[in-house]
């Protein structure tokens, strides 16, 4: 077993998977939730608490050497979680005189014609756009002080299996692919886009721990080449047994469902994405890293660009839905 501490804040969609990682390597591992502690484990301890106050964050992140700040709170909540969040992580980091690696999206760029590389100029066009830029100027303000060493890994769009939570292949569209209905597009169902596979973005925020030259700068984390809604469907239906319709869902119409359902404002908002290409460069990363990231196992793989290949992604993704959405799981209701 490692001794040195790695703290991961967050214990949702991808902060699980980093701490999954690091155990798989013989890393010692402090899970930090919101909610009750989960299950003990050799190596891995948790502390459950608010981030946001300050005094926890201390003691939560104490005696760490990295600490990885995976916390994600709900869309509906963003405008007033997500920055108390970000700051208890950076204080806990700093105060325990860690390094902080972060996860972070791609809301702050606002809309983008070609590829999305890490030199773009900040220009968000959305409230949640908006707090990610001021995240981001908080972040780069404590490195550029030298009071913090941060690593920032952007994704896009989270998927595969158990991702259920603010993302397009999330609970709403397999409940309804599940249910023979059509599974909903908020923009252009033909328009690449770039999925970021959830155990690879663990993996490759695992990899900037692991590497000095990392720190100070922004990367965007690896991803297959984009392919677009309607490619995607078809693979998913392939690997779960069942034709998938695709329908587009005109804006005003999110709006309207929005009256009644705040996560369709929240998302209403966001779909500007998916009316245009939205294709991620991923080049820094893979020139910077591929040949000595982190894989499955934790040893550096010579070669390995960081990305799991597609159809093994669609087999663990199909199988998970299956278990999940399918006969042999308990009825769902499905709304729309």
């Not at 899970?31 to 009750?36: E, I, K, P």
């Not at 309607?230 to 779960?240: D, G, Y």
């Not at 009316?275 to 196992?297: H, M, N, Q």
Request: contains cysteine; positive net charge; hydrophobic residues 45%.
């Amino acid at each position: 077993m490692n001794d040195a501490l790695h703290v991961v804040l967050g214990s949702g969609q991808i902060g699980s998977l980093v701490a999954e990682a690091l155990l798989a390597r013989g890393t010692r591992v402090r899970l930090v939730r919101r909610g009750a502690a989960g299950a003990p484990r050799p190596g891995l301890e948790w502390r459950s608490g608010d981030l946001s106050e300050l005094s926890f964050a201390e003691e939560a992140t104490r005696g760490a050497a990295v600490v990885y700040d995976c916390t994600s709170p709900p869309y509906d909540a963003w405008l007033t979680l997500l920055l108390p969040l970000a700051r208890g992580a950076m204080h806990g980091a700093r105060s325990a005189g860690a390094k902080l690696v972060a996860l972070d999206n791609l809301y702050m760029y606002g809309r983008v014609s070609g590829p999305i590389h890490e030199g773009l100029p900040i220009h968000p066009c959305s409230k949640k756009g908006e707090v990610r830029a001021k995240l981001a100027e908080e972040r780069q303000g404590l490195c550029d002080r030298g009071e913090l060493p941060i690593a920032t890994g952007r994704a896009s769009d989270f998927f595969g299996p158990g991702i259920v939570r603010q993302t397009t292949f999330g609970v709403r569209f397999f409940e309804r692919v599940f249910a023979g209905k059509a599974a909903e597009c908020f923009g252009d169902p033909d328009a690449p886009h770039t999925l970021a596979y959830a155990p690879d973005v663990a993996r490759a925020l695992v990899t900037l721990a692991d590497h000095d030259e990392a720190f100070g700068h922004v990367w965007h984390l690896p991803a297959n080449p984009a392919e677009s809604m309607r490619q995607t469907t078809a693979r998913l239906a392939k690997a779960i047994g069942r034709p998938i319709r695709v329908t587009r869902v005109p804006r005003i119409a999110l709006r309207a469902m929005g009256v009644f359902e705040p996560m369709a404002r929240e998302v209403a908002e966001m779909a500007y994405q998916w009316e245009a290409p939205y294709l991620v460069d991923d080049s820094r990363f893979r020139s910077a890293f591929g040949a000595k990231a982190s894989g499955a196992s934790g040893a550096n793989v010579a070669g390995w660009t960081g990305v799991t290949e597609v159809d093994a992604i669609m087999r663990a993704t199909g199988a998970w839905a299956k278990r999940t959405f399918g006969a042999e799981a308990r009825p769902a209701a499905v709304s729309g």
